[in-house]
């Protein structure tokens, strides 16, 4: 073998021997909820103005979209995009909790107890970061938080402010008041002056203590898509206003970090909605639900688990081969019916494979511009306006309007690179590897957003 041969045998044997290159710099993760990739690339287009977040697209690389979890919630989502894995292994499968009886008065996953996959936070920690959070889902008691605002609210009672200075970081709301001179954000609130004292605490967290990892959680553009729908004028003024503010959270990480890695990200697209589709109207029927004189929920066989855009159906007993076949039977049958709006009902195989939550039976994924209608009352029929709600997210994956944002910008981090549609479960190894740490059990490896010269 020539000489020159066996060098480059060599040299390629100590490379595949090296850990892939790491940057070992702060990281700033921000997530706007319900962004839709297009908003930002298509933003003149679309007649919005969004000076901050189209900087990343010249400064930085982006994704055309990401194909996000099932089902394509914020909850799940956000707890994917910190742990790099599936909702069937970190474990927050919907946004609220299993609750057939209705006795946990509406209350969602808040507790990191709930997350069983190593999160960036911890990554972080292991690699002797410091790291700092507003308001990312699931943060609640989260370990490895050195300064911790999470997200939680009962309801809405001025009292909720003192569950939530009793479960962030001792002393932290009191001082970060002292310094705005101004009182934190209901945890209930998520409208647009509530992202701007979020945000407003997060510039005053990143000044007076600078974490190396840093998550900022903004939910006003879900809230408002939700009300007026994608694309809604008020949607549009709401995402400029955020698109400031994501600016001026940028502008406090690079004075205090310049060799800062920020990403943006959201956790789902959205889509236009007008009806909402009540399962438990057949299930109470077909005596899967059954109900008391009070017209609630006595007992159940089978249960539907609304979760936005779909249902995941729970069975009693999961042994049980002929409720199986019943409930199987009775979702074909609403299936081939147009008026149920059902665009495709998976089995338990299809479940795995897609990572979903391990305790459904059935997933049912309605057609786009149905709601999942969570139990209401007794007496409702299958069909009913969608209440309010002019959007909607949390179908399946596959569809493009589900899609959701990935930007990412700073030193070593290549410019202008187009990193097409990518796996929402690339993006938390990603940035451990922008920040010198390691997720091992993520189920993708890293995006390459490295530039060239470090991409070897
Ligand atoms: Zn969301």
Known sequence: ????????????????????????????????????????LLARQRG?????????????????????????????????????????????????????????????????????AQTLWDAAFLARMTTGNVHWPVSVGARHITWNLPQIWRTGHPDDRKLVRALATPGLIVELEGQRREGYADGKDETLPADKLRAGFAQSLIRHHQPGFMTVYLTALDHQQHLTGPGSNEAHKTLEAIDAMVGEIIAIERQFHPDAVIAVVSDHGFASVDTAINLFRPFIDAGLVTIDAAGKISGWEAMPWATGGSFAIVLARPDDAALRAKVGALLARLAADPGAKIAQVISEPAIVAAGGNPRAAFYVNLKIGAVAAPFLSSGLPLVLPSNGYKGMHGYFPAAPEMRSTFLIAGPGIAKGRDLGEIDMRAIAPTLARAMGATLPGAEKPPLPVLQQAQDK
């Open 48 to 116: 919005l103005t969004l000076p901050n977040l189209t900087a990343f697209l010249a400064n930085g690389s982006y994704a055309q979209g990401v194909t996000g979890v099932l089902p394509t919630l914020t909850y799940p989502s956000h707890t994917t995009l910190i742990t790099g894995v599936s909702p069937a292994r970190h474990g927050i499968v919907a946004n609220t909790t299993f609750d057939p009886m209705n006795i946990n008065d509406g209350g969602w996953y808040w507790y990191a107890e709930d997350d069983k």
């Open 1 to 40: 073998m020539p000489f020159t041969r066996l060098i480059v045998r060599a040299m390629l044997a100590l490379a595949m021997l090296c850990p892939l290159p790491a940057l070992a710099r702060p990281v700033l993760l921000i997530s706007i909820d319900g962004l839709r990739p297009a908003d930002v």
